[in-house]
């Protein structure tokens, strides 16, 4: 797959929406928000602030309850961006009904993507069926090393849906990539890597890891309290990225944030 800017310019502009954990139904809530509802409001305040981008990122839990019309209602939610969207499973979602969408005319699972003329884009596939942390499989690391190699000119962006570096909260942290240094070792192995992103946290993050930015991101619906060592949630309001690949290997990303309180969680809640 080949992304290029809709713009005349060098860099590339990219949404990234994460965690947006939909129902089969439009009443459906994960610690009494509904998820639907603030997924649209996400979307229709990306389009209020008239964001720039050239392609849609969406880094896992995309369903909370596995469904076929789950995906269904992802697909239509992001219609009026009018952009193509790369997608990646988190532990909550369900591949065989991913793949019922498929093939769309936005939705792309492609594992990797040439990115204007600078960067490309490496999707792993971190989900371990039936449980919340996350691994990647002998193909998944094959993967990532043979693209790494392949395009060592290329500036690299990685995307999976755990976090590969512990974020300080000790109970996200249990659910963390399982057997990360595979995946740094062959980082290590090459210099074109720059970042990773995921999801999966429900938080912002970004830190530097033997050089190399790691990112997280806000939910579309609720928000988990940073550096908190059991299970708490956080005030704050849904969320997304925008991040821009520019032409010598750097990245200008912000993480901006729905106005109001319209989307608050059940903070007595002990989990999920």
Not at 57 to 73: E, F, V
Request: charged fraction near 20%; glycine fraction near 6%; charge should be negative.
């Amino acid at each position: 797959m080949k992304l290029s800017a809709t713009s005349k310019r060098d860099s590339i502009k990219l949404l990234q929406l994460t965690d947006t954990h939909l129902f089969s139904t439009t009443d459906g809530c994960l610690l009494s928000v509904n998820t639907l509802d603030s997924f649209h409001a996400v979307v229709q305040e990306v389009i209020n602030r008239k964001h720039e981008f050239d392609a849609i990122l969406a880094t896992g839990d995309i369903s909370q309850d596995h469904t076929a019309k789950s995906y269904c209602r992802f697909e239509q939610g992001i219609y009026p961006l009018e952009k193509k969207c790369l997608w990646l499973p988190g532990n909550h979602d369900f591949k065989p009904n991913m793949s019922s969408v498929m093939p769309s005319d936005q939705i792309c699972s492609d594992e990797h993507a040439l990115v204007g003329e600078y960067w490309q884009i490496i999707q792993l596939d971190s989900q371990v069926t039936g449980v919340p942390h996350g691994r990647l499989n002998d193909q998944q690391l094959s993967l990532l090393k043979e693209k790494l190699t392949a395009y060592p000119e290329r500036y690299t962006l990685v995307l999976l849906h755990h976090h590969p570096v512990l974020v300080g909260s000790a109970w996200l942290d249990q659910h963390t990539l399982y057997d990360a240094e595979s995946f740094w070792n062959i980082i290590k192995e090459h210099n074109n890597v720059k970042a990773t992103l995921c999801g999966h946290v429900h938080q912002e993050f970004d830190e530097r890891h033997f050089g190399v930015r790691v990112m997280a991101t806000p939910s579309t619906c609720v928000q988990f309290k940073p550096d908190s060592q059991d299970f708490a949630l956080d005030a704050k309001a849904p969320g997304w990225r925008t991040l821009e690949l520019k032409s010598d290997g750097t990245i200008d990303t912000q993480v901006h944030r729905l106005d109001g309180t319209e989307f608050f969680p059940d903070f007595s809640a002990g989990g999920y």
